[in-house]
């Protein structure tokens, strides 16, 4: 298995830009979610996924813009990219139903930087 | 407040010394409780978790006990070694909410 993947590893936008933040997992995992990690912030929820076709929203959301068609993938959209949203984005999963997780596994971050 | 705090945002600890690193959590409900682990590079990985109160967590000479009455899930070792150099996180999961992290530095 190779796990949670996430693609690209680094891009650089300008602002008003858009892009994609591609995740996927292949341990048919239902819970699926987006984080933003920012010098002493920790880890910040964007959005989260129980199931293919259920999004709702995290600690962070505005901004950001997710969909859920199949259970591997979980895609990260910024529709009009912002300075503030400089950070190293990381997506995980768990085989944990429903809402309150116990172990996720993330992937390798996805780090951006928007001028 | 609704958060996990961690107090320190770097310890410098030689190695054999012990070590805690301090995390309390503020919630109405019972979460389960984690610690997660980042090396340089790489996501975040679980290290250790407790489900309920007066649970434990363990693992590599970690230890963390879940304890509701003070709100708190402190990460201890007896004697730290320099491959324990890493960013530690706290977390709860009714809400997913992570703490600010500390980094862990091991001096040779």
């Known amino acids: 298995n190779a796990g949670v993947t996430q693609t690209p590893k680094f891009q650089v936008l300008k602002t008003g830009q858009s892009m994609t933040l591609q995740c996927a997992q292949d341990m048919n995992h239902e819970y699926m979610s987006w984080y933003r990690q920012d010098p002493g912030m920790g880890l910040r929820l964007i959005h989260y996924?129980?199931?293919?076709?259920?999004?709702d929203q995290g600690e962070v959301p505005n901004g950001y813009n997710v969909s859920r068609s199949t259970t591997e993938d979980f895609p990260l959209r910024l529709l009009s990219a912002a300075p503030s949203q400089t950070s190293v984005y990381f997506c995980a999963s768990s085989s944990t139903p429903g809402q309150f997780q116990e172990t996720q596994y993330f992937g390798p971050g996805t780090r951006l930087l928007v001028l | 407040g609704d958060s996990v705090v961690q107090t320190e945002g770097q310890v410098l600890p030689s190695e054999g010394d012990s070590l805690i690193v301090n995390c309390s959590y503020e919630?109405?409900?019972?979460?389960?409780l984690f610690w997660y682990v980042q090396y340089p590079g790489e996501g975040p990985q679980l290290h250790l978790k407790?489900?309920?109160?007066?649970d434990k967590g363990r693992n590599k000479g970690f230890e963390a006990m879940y304890r509701k009455e003070t709100t708190s899930f402190h990460l201890e070792k007896d004697s730290v070694q320099e491959s324990d150099s890493a960013v530690y996180f706290c977390?709860?999961?009714?809400?997913?909410?992570f703490g600010a992290g500390t980094r862990l530095t091991v001096k040779p």
């Open positions: 977390a709860r999961n009714n809400d997913m909410r």
């Open positions: 996924s129980v199931g293919a076709g259920i999004t």
């Open positions: 919630t109405t409900q019972y979460p389960s």
């Open positions: 407790a489900m309920k109160a007066n």
